[in-house]
């Protein structure tokens, strides 16, 4: 299996515009989670879904960040607008079972977005 | 309130040196589970290892070995005769509900030649 393919790798793009993550989990994952890494807190936790479901997106900062789940193989992260704030390593990660609390969760290679 | 401390930043050492990492965790359940995920320069996170509550059993892969001790609530890392490969940022997590990660703060580990 290929693993979690994220795209793209690195974005740059100008305060205001709208950004679009993208994200293929692993085949036959059924739990999909976003996650955010920032030198000042860390890997946080965005949103999961679970059988394209979301489950829990309270850790989406506002309202400019929305994710979706269309089917099994897909999902996106879109902030619009985007802020230099923003700027951050985003990954997207899948496991089996429900949830991560006995199955191991595996990461995709991350999207680092910049934004000016 | 942190879940997971890792008290150490940094760590240097020179090839060949013994690394141990110190992960501290915090959780009132009695079921839970904890991980350690390797992030090499090149930025992808890598599993390593998952161990759940009920199994105090310390565990070796190769070079890696892996001390859990509920009384201390600590889940430490060890990376014997360490290489240049092994320089990373190495995280520990604690999973005690459905499905959240916690992350520790993480640890570098620079091998020197």
């Known amino acids: 299996d290929a693993g979690v393919i994220q795209s793209p790798r690195h974005e740059v793009t100008e305060m205001g515009q709208e950004v679009t993550l993208r994200c293929k989990p692993i085949?036959?994952?059924?739990?999909l989670f976003w996650y955010r890494q920032t030198m000042m807190r860390g890997l946080e936790l965005l949103i999961y879904f679970n059988n394209n479901v979301p489950i829990d997106d309270s850790g989406m900062p506002e309202d400019r960040f929305s994710a979706k789940m269309p089917n099994a193989s897909f999902s996106t992260l879109k902030i619009q607008p985007s802020e230099p704030r923003d700027s951050a390593v985003y990954f997207c990660?899948?496991?089996?079972?429900?949830?991560?609390?006995?199955?191991?969760?595996?990461f995709g290679q991350g999207t680092r977005l910049t934004v000016v | 309130a942190q879940k997971v401390t890792q008290a150490q930043t940094e760590i240097s050492v020179v090839e060949k040196e013994d690394v141990t990492l110190d992960c501290v965790y915090e959780t009132r359940d009695t079921t839970y589970y904890l991980f350690w995920y390797k992030q090499p320069p090149s930025g992808e996170l890598v599993f390593l290892i998952r161990r759940n509550s009920f199994d105090e059993q310390n565990e070796i892969s190769g070079r890696y070995s892996w001390n859990f001790q509920k009384s201390t609530s600590s889940f430490n890392f060890t990376i014997t005769a360490s290489q240049v490969v092994d320089s990373a940022v190495y995280f520990c997590?604690?999973?005690?509900?459905?499905?959240?990660?916690?992350f520790g703060a993480g640890t570098t580990v620079t091998v020197r030649a």
């Open positions: 085949s036959g994952h059924n739990s």
């Open positions: 990660a899948s496991s089996s079972g429900t949830g991560t609390m006995n199955t191991e969760a595996f």
């Open positions: 997590a604690l999973n005690d509900n459905d499905y959240k990660l916690s």
